[in-house]
């Protein structure tokens, strides 16, 4: 590394030397490029400088100049910089680690940040690739139940095991390594990105792809380091980028630093983050093949996967099949598919409700509150991205631009459903705002706008107005406007459950 101190234009002159006119300076006077060739004392006469035209100067084909640049370009393989990447795809997975998530977990509550965990660490033993994975850790590495890696993967350290860890008495204690895998760096979330970039673009660098695992409190990533993740991109890196503990009443008793409900947004500012917010482990499961088959199979994409999971212990089913339409498995990937149909009692209004993360789980109570006390059917739709829903759609549109008739595929998901569409998330509205225009049906969305605090879930929950109850009273407004309901049903209902908006 050679570092550099100068002056502001230096070499170029009294006129420009430390006055930092380089940039609003766009020609120079044929006296100053006098004054220049002095400073750097060029061979050219003073005949050379007349009118207005100014030479080119050569310091001859044997300068030691010259030959320095030819041996350069002779070592670099030419004169233009190029990217030779000599690295293999990687062998697949087998199914085994994906299926355990894709056959749900019964009736044990299971939160989305370690059914995501369970499945690197089942993927970590697969012969071949496993050894390729790196765990990176900025901090809380016990929080998201990656202790059991500590003693079997080792946390690297050139240098090893220096110390006895305090808790060195226990089954899963803290073991450094020199052939550790596990990267525990403590709170630098800039190291860790750097950490990242060098395995997710080892690929390039090296001809040995890797497949790096950042996990990290959803809050501390693209907020913090966001301009890394630029870098990132820039640098053609591949991974997977996992905010955990994400959303913004998920994690609530610590207060503004882990209240998250805007990462998606910063996200989708980033044209190589691929963007999800799973509902269920089934969708992790079906979302990380796909980005291992991406990044590292045949034809492998210059992008990254960014999940945001969840530390809230919830009921994990097994993934649904779809006997006609588009299969549970392609609506994952594209962002969106029908999670729970309405059970019709009779004649009834209707309405659609989306929900992504955490969020799922209080549009089916909705859903069976809407039912049960209001007369009303809903259907239960899971959106895994509303980023690649957006990006998909304007994909559609700039192709009817060229002539070419494709809609978008919200649109036809969504086609010929009955009723309004609410849109419901632990992230800001404008989240799920980000499909509204390519929905044909009545479009409304509820969110976590503004700070986060510390409170229970359910007392934030309420204060946000995206709990159950408060899906009930945004969807009978909705049908109320259409006049499928009685406006009086709206009062009924924010009396009933004591709402207040």
Known sequence: MVLTQTVKGHTLGSDFESRNANHQMKKLTMAQFRRMRDTLELPIPDSALSGDLVPYWHPGENSDEVRYLRERRAALAGPVPVRRVVAKPLQEPPSGPFEALRKGFGGQEVATTMALVRLVKDLMRVEGTGRRWVPIIPDEARTFGMESLFPTAGIYSPKGQTY???DGDQLLHYREARDGQLIDEGITEAGSMAEFTAAATSYATHGEPMIPFYIFYAMFGFQRTGDQFWALADQMGRGFVIGATAGRTTMTGEGLQHADGHSHLLASTNPAAVSYDPAFAYEIAVIVREGLRRMYGDRPEDVFYYLTVYNEPKRQPAMPTTPTGPSVEEGILRGIYRFRQAEVRGAGPRIQLLASGT???????????LLSQWGVHADVWSVTSWTELRRDALCADRARLRGEERIPYVTAALSGVQGPVLAVSDWMRQVPDQISQWVEQ??????????????TRDAVRRYFHVDAESIVVAALDRL???????PETVVRARDRYDWQG
Do not use: C, K, M, N
């Open 480 to 486: 109320a406007r259409a006049g499928a309901v009685d």
């Open 164 to 166: 006895e860890p305090v």
């Open 442 to 455: 009545d479009y409304s969305s509820l969110g976590t706008d503004g700070f986060g605090l510390s409170d």
């Open 359 to 369: 969020a799922i789980h209080w549009a089916v109570d909705a859903q069976e509150l």
